[in-house]
Every structure is written in structure tokens, then in C-alpha cells.
């Protein structure tokens, strides 16, 4: 689902871009309106956990919705050592960027980040401002994806 709601943001956004024609190529590899995103589960967890912990500290609401996530994604195996594994992890937007290949994955990772956090602290905002920088993420999109955020 969340692929879905990604794709529909982008979709969206390119279609009302100005720069359509720079992204027509992005747009050829899904070009279905049913298209589902394939990222990484793994780089989807460790997104959440990193936006988890962009304010100082990971609370148990937080790390419960990232344990839910991580069970209906049917990752059941040691859930408990992966997110310790990323909350010991330095915190770089960097570090999810390099991961991510095209516009459309780099949404998806914008949207799970944005779903996995409430953004209720100026360090939360500016690490999902660094990570949109990171994704190389237009303006637009990232309006796009925050907003179809906020409607699930």
C-alpha cells in the first residue's frame, strides 16, 4: 500500500510539474496506474527507525507502529535486533539516499519516513528536510507525499 500512495504522489506531482519532460524517463518504468513500488524492506525500516530517532530518542509508540509495520510486512524475524541495529546506527540521511535509485523509490522512502514519526519537533522536521535533500526530491513531490501522508 504504501508503494501505492507513493506512486500516486509522484504520479501526481510529474503529471503537474513543469518539468514533466525531465521525468518522462522515471515515468516509462511505471507506466501502470496500479504499479506498486519494490523497495527494500530492510531500507523501509531502517528510514522509520532513523526518523524515529531524528529527535534525540525513540519512544514506545514509535517503536511499536515500527514493530506493527515490520510484522504486516511479514518481517518477523528478530524484530527487536534489527531496530536496535539502526537505533545504534549514526543518524545520515546520506546513508538511506545511497540506497534509493529514482525518483519514485525515493518517495516511497519519503512517505514511510513521514508515516513512521509524528512531526511534532524542529529536529524531526529538519531531518526530513535533510532527507529530501539527500533523496534529491523536488519541492513539489515532497508537498505531494506529505500530503497523501496526512490523508491515511
Known amino acids: ?15 503537474e510539474s513543469s518539468h514533466a519532460s525531465n521525468t518522462a524517463m522515471d515515468l516509462q518504468s511505471a507506466t501502470s496506474p496500479n504499479t ?17 530517532k531524528a ?4 519512544d514506545e509508540q514509535e517503536k511499536t507502529a515500527i514493530a506493527q509495520w515490520m510484522i504486516e510486512n ?11 541495529r539502526w537505533l545504534n546506527a549514526p543518524l545520515d540521511p546520506q546513508v538511506i539516499a ?6 519514485e523509490q525515493a518517495s516511497e522512502v519519503y512517505l514511510v519516513t513521514l508515516l513512521a514519526i509524528d512531526v511534532d519537533h524542529f529536529l ?7 532527507l529530501a535533500n539527500a533523496l534529491k526530491l523536488p519541492e513539489g513531490l515532497v508537498q505531494r507525499i506529505e500530503e497523501q501522508a496526512n490523508v491515511m
Do not use: C
Not at 500500500?1 to 503529471?15: D, E, L, N, P
Not at 506498486?36 to 524515529?52: E, S
Not at 511479514?74 to 536496535?84: F, L, M, R
Not at 524531526?124 to 535533510?130: K, S, T
Open 74 to 84: 511479514g518481517i518477523t524475524h528478530d524484530i527487536e535486533t534489527v531496530i536496535v
Open 98 to 103: 545511497a540506497q534509493v535509485s529514482g525518483l
Open 55 to 58: 529527535d534525540g530518542h525513540v
Open 36 to 52: 506498486q513500488l519494490r523497495t527494500n524492506q530492510d531500507l523501509l525500516v531502517q528510514a522509520m527507525i532513523f526518523a524515529a
Open 1 to 15: 500500500m504504501i508503494g501505492t500512495v507513493a506512486y500516486q504522489a509522484y504520479k501526481k506531482w510529474s503529471q
Open 124 to 130: 524531526e522536521r529538519a531531518y526530513l528536510d535533510a
